[in-house]
């Protein structure tokens, strides 16, 4: 693709990606390391996105300042919306192209205090990456943290900056993981409004009930549907 054809509000900052943060500045720091190439910094930054932060889906809140790539540096631990905004941030201030994306999936792998808590296993609004490296778009999903993957017998979700890297259909033991219902699209930011206004809808007990302070997800057990 020819840099005349890269949007300026793919590199941005935002109040969501603020990658200008000195807590993001610093997490990008030390994830890239003494990587050179384009795409070896994606990579390595993936995976501390990956690693670092731990998955929690009880982190949630509506409130917009949780959704914040510095708030997620800074917490530790977040859902998959938070930590695909924290890659893109710090993709961004790489000067690598990138847009966070979203989709439905159907989980087919939850756990019942979760199931119980959302009243079902359709997850709006999941939250990947796509980013521009060595001029192609490639889809990222720095979602669950190894420890979860080996606790939940979930295949880890490899990226080498080539090939997509989505969400498995199957887990390790070949049971139904996650389904693609839909895709929402690729936007330049956060599409908040549009976002909270669904979880609403869709969610309402977990809007009520939603204060981020995060649980013992991982500690929990697995629900097959």
């Known amino acids: ?8 509000k793919w590199l941005a900052a935002t109040p969501f990606m603020d990658y200008r943060h000195p807590a993001v ?5 030390d994830a890239v390391g003494d990587a050179v190439t384009e795409r070896d910094k994606a990579v390595r930054l993936y995976y501390a996105v990956r690693d670092r932060i731990r998955y929690d889906p009880y982190r949630f809140s509506m409130e917009p300042e949780n959704f914040r790539a510095s708030h997620t ?6 859902y998959c919306v938070p930590k695909a905004l924290l890659y893109a941030a710090g993709l961004r201030s790489l000067g690598i192209p990138a847009r966070p994306g979203f989709a439905d999936v159907k989980n087919h792998l ?15 609004w999941h939250g990947y990456v796509s980013l521009l490296v060595d001029g192609r778009w490639v889809k990222a999903t720095p979602v669950f943290n190894i ?7 979930v295949l880890p ?7 997509d890297a989505l969400m498995h259909p199957f887990n390790a033991r070949n049971e139904k993981h996650m389904e ?11 599409p908040f409004d549009e976002m909270a206004a669904d979880m609403v809808r869709t969610y309402p007990q977990l809007v009520a009930m939603a204060e981020g302070r995060g649980g013992d997800f991982e500690h ?6």
């Open 73 to 78: 540096v800074q917490q530790g631990a977040a």
């Open 1 to 8: 693709m020819n840099t005349t054809d890269i949007s300026p």
């Open 220 to 225: 929990e057990t697995i629900h097959q549907g």
């Open 110 to 124: 939850a756990t019942e205090r979760l199931l119980k808590l959302i009243g079902t296993d359709l997850f709006t």
């Open 147 to 153: 420890e979860m993957c080996e606790r939940f017998h």
């Open 180 to 190: 693609y219902v839909c895709q929402r699209g690729e936007f330049d930011d956060l």
């Open 25 to 29: 500045a610093a997490f990008v720091r």
């Open 157 to 163: 979700l490899d990226f080498d900056g080539t090939r």
